[in-house]
């Protein structure tokens, strides 16, 4: 079945370290994203990428990384510069007609003490 | 600037009452699209409707009807008979349609429904 797999669902680090999370689709899509859910305030866009090896901020870039060195993936690393990481993140993708819909995968809950 | 507000946080109703979600948003532009997704608890994010701007005719699929009036600049969402199963988060967005950043969506802060049997 074609989809989006988000690894791990659950993600405890201590504070200062890095982590990645993992975001893989197998619909052939060409646009992914990586928003960031926290309560009360929806979705945030932190980066997204149109294409393979080109990918851009959002709105709340500061603190994170990204790669899309291929297209079935787009990793996100939070950085030990982020200063509030703890939060529900959220991977989609879409086919990068516009304004085609997005699919999402089933978030990483990351937890940051 | 772009911005979509869900005024509803919560709204709880027993089974088999009818129920709106509100949606009203902000817009410069002419050309854009509205979408309404449906989170569960298992976390993803769920498309159920996109509608462009020049397309104001009101939609119906099963249980699900939404009213878009742009005199108003509202996307309402309407469950008749809710179900258990329709308890959720569901989102409204935006996307404007210009260049390259066209696929870039702007939530509300969602509205939780609880459906009590």
């Known amino acids: 079945d074609g989809g989006i797999t988000q690894s791990p669902k659950y993600l405890f680090r201590k504070e200062g370290q890095n982590v990645t999370l993992s975001c893989e689709q197998n619909?052939?899509?060409?646009?992914m994203y990586w928003y960031r859910q926290d309560p009360g305030q929806g979705l945030r866009l932190i980066y997204y990428s149109q294409i393979v090896n080109d990918f851009q901020k959002g709105d709340i870039a500061e603190g994170y990384s990204v790669s899309r060195e291929k297209k079935e993936s787009f990793p996100l690393t939070v950085t030990s510069a982020q200063k509030n990481p703890t939060a529900f993140y959220l991977c989609?993708?879409?086919?990068?007609?516009?304004?085609?819909?997005?699919?999402f995968g089933n978030g990483t809950r990351l937890t940051v003490t | 600037a772009q911005k979509v507000t869900q005024a509803q946080t919560e709204i709880s109703v027993v089974e088999k009452e009818d129920v709106t979600l509100d949606c009203v948003y902000e817009t410069r532009d002419t050309t854009y699209y509205l979408f309404w997704y449906k989170q569960p608890p298992s976390g993803e994010l769920v498309f159920l409707i996109r509608r462009n701007s020049f397309d104001e005719q009101n939609e119906i699929s099963g249980r699900y009807s939404w009213n878009f009036q742009k005199s108003t600049s509202s996307f309402n969402f309407t469950i008749t008979a809710s179900q258990v199963v329709d308890s959720a988060v569901y989102f409204c967005a935006l996307s404007e349609e210009q260049g390259w950043d066209t696929d870039k969506l702007i939530f509300g802060t969602g509205t939780r429904l609880q459906v009590f049997p």
């Open positions: 619909l052939n899509h060409d646009a």
């Open positions: 989609a993708s879409s086919s990068g007609t516009h304004n085609s819909p997005l699919h």
